[in-house]
Protein backbone atom coordinates (compact mmCIF):
# COMPACT_ATOMS: atom_id res chain seq x y z
CA UNK A 1 0.00 0.00 0.00
CA UNK A 2 2.80 2.59 0.96
CA UNK A 3 4.20 1.76 -2.53
CA UNK A 4 0.75 2.25 -4.12
CA UNK A 5 0.61 5.90 -1.63
CA UNK A 6 4.48 6.62 -3.27
CA UNK A 7 3.34 6.10 -6.67
CA UNK A 8 0.05 8.64 -6.37
CA UNK A 9 1.95 11.04 -4.80
CA UNK A 10 4.88 11.42 -7.07
CA UNK A 11 2.26 11.32 -10.52
CA UNK A 12 0.17 14.66 -8.49
CA UNK A 13 3.69 16.01 -8.17
CA UNK A 14 4.82 15.22 -11.55
CA UNK A 15 1.93 18.20 -12.68
CA UNK A 16 3.88 20.74 -11.37
CA UNK A 17 7.35 19.83 -12.49
CA UNK A 18 8.89 22.05 -14.95
CA UNK A 19 11.95 21.90 -16.76
CA UNK A 20 15.00 23.50 -15.67
CA UNK A 21 17.13 25.26 -18.27
CA UNK A 22 20.53 23.91 -19.58
CA UNK A 23 18.32 20.36 -18.88
CA UNK A 24 20.12 18.96 -22.33
CA UNK A 25 23.61 20.00 -21.12
CA UNK A 26 23.51 17.11 -18.03
CA UNK A 27 25.22 14.40 -19.83
CA UNK A 28 28.10 16.50 -19.99
CA UNK A 29 27.90 17.74 -16.58
CA UNK A 30 27.66 14.18 -15.42
CA UNK A 31 30.94 13.15 -16.96
CA UNK A 32 32.91 16.32 -16.16
CA UNK A 33 31.61 15.42 -12.73
CA UNK A 34 32.58 11.56 -13.14
CA UNK A 35 36.29 12.71 -14.45
CA UNK A 36 36.69 15.16 -11.36
CA UNK A 37 36.33 11.90 -9.17
CA UNK A 38 38.19 9.58 -10.81
CA UNK A 39 40.88 12.28 -11.07
CA UNK A 40 40.83 12.72 -7.31
CA UNK A 41 40.91 9.41 -6.47
CA UNK A 42 43.69 8.64 -8.70
CA UNK A 43 45.61 11.73 -6.73
CA UNK A 44 44.73 10.34 -3.48
CA UNK A 45 45.67 6.93 -4.02
CA UNK A 46 48.83 7.19 -6.02
CA UNK A 47 47.32 6.21 -9.58
CA UNK A 48 45.06 2.94 -7.82
CA UNK A 49 41.91 2.43 -8.10
CA UNK A 50 41.83 1.10 -4.59
CA UNK A 51 42.73 2.61 -1.78
CA UNK A 52 46.19 1.47 -0.38
CA UNK A 53 44.32 0.26 2.94
CA UNK A 54 41.80 -1.82 1.06
CA UNK A 55 42.94 -5.64 1.98
CA UNK A 56 42.44 -7.58 -0.95
CA UNK A 57 42.46 -10.89 1.11
CA UNK A 58 39.58 -10.13 3.54
CA UNK A 59 37.40 -9.35 0.30
Known amino acids: MVRRWVGAGMLEAERSFRRIKGCN ?3 TLVAAVRDEVARRVA ?5 AVTAPEYDQ ?3
Not at 43 to 47: C, E, K, L
Open 43 to 47: ADTGG
Open 25 to 27: DMP
Open 57 to 59: AAA
